[in-house]
């Protein structure tokens, strides 16, 4: 987890409610990912940054929005979520996207768990 | 589907027993990767085996990788209690993102 860090570590917030979780990362890496981490689910991809470019949406429903100022920073930004939203979400950065590269290895955050009541 | 797929979904063993999870993939792969999880924290990455190894080490970690049958394995060795968590395996095709399976929940008993 060293590297990537995710704040805030906890959120409970309403389904009116607008709030920003926030990954930050010192590796150097040029690509960045929100993935999002449900009980007795595989992690689910939910958007990739390259070089600040999104480069994959995987169908996320647009009460999510991320957001990629530069290359050490990510935001998902959330709005009027449902309580099926509830879950663990994690950050990751990688050197690049692995496409044609070989290996691609993921530094995570510790995540941010997020209720929605 | 590429997604990797961790067998059993559980396992509780005695510390100084072997630890071995299992994952199956469907698709061709550049390499594969396992990552461990501890309790509603991040994953962290373990050990990578290319698709041209068969068998890799890393301190207590074994890796094999059989991808005639599509399959990998994690062998812990002597486990400890602080080895409790959940391991992951995720399939990496070369030309996109990793896939991730629901991943073994391993409990070691002192």
């Known amino acids: 987890e060293t590297g990537v860090t995710q704040t805030p570590r906890h959120l409970v917030m309403g389904m009116t409610n607008k709030k920003s979780l926030k990954c930050e990362q010192h590796l150097g890496h040029n690509a960045m990912y929100w993935y999002k981490q449900s009980a007795k689910k595989p992690l689910e991809l939910m958007f990739v940054y390259s070089l600040e470019e999104r480069v994959e949406n995987n169908s996320v429903p647009s009460r999510f929005s991320p957001e990629c100022p530069n290359s050490s920073h990510l935001f998902l930004h959330l709005h009027t979520l449902q309580p099926e939203d509830s879950a663990l979400y994690l950050c990751?950065?990688?050197?690049?996207?692995?496409?044609?590269?070989?290996?691609?290895?993921?530094?995570f955050g510790a995540g941010s768990r997020l209720t929605v009541l | 589907s590429q997604q990797g797929e961790e067998d059993p979904q559980a396992l509780s063993i005695q510390e100084g027993e072997n630890a071995t999870m299992n994952c199956s993939y469907k698709?061709?792969?550049?390499?594969l990767q396992w990552y461990r999880q501890n309790s509603g924290r991040g994953l962290v990455h373990l050990i990578l085996i290319r698709s041209n190894e068969r068998e890799k080490h890393s301190g207590r970690l074994r890796v094999t990788l059989d991808t005639s049958k599509k399959s990998s394995s994690l062998l812990i060795t002597a486990s400890r209690a602080a080895d409790t968590a959940s391991y992951f395996c995720?399939?990496?095709?070369?030309?996109?993102?990793?896939?991730f399976g629901k991943g073994t929940m391993l409990l070691v008993s002192p």
């Open positions: 995720a399939t990496d095709p070369g030309y996109s993102t990793l896939t």
């Open positions: 698709t061709s792969i550049n390499n």
């Open positions: 990751a950065s990688s050197q690049d996207t692995g496409t044609g590269s070989g290996a691609n290895v993921l530094t």
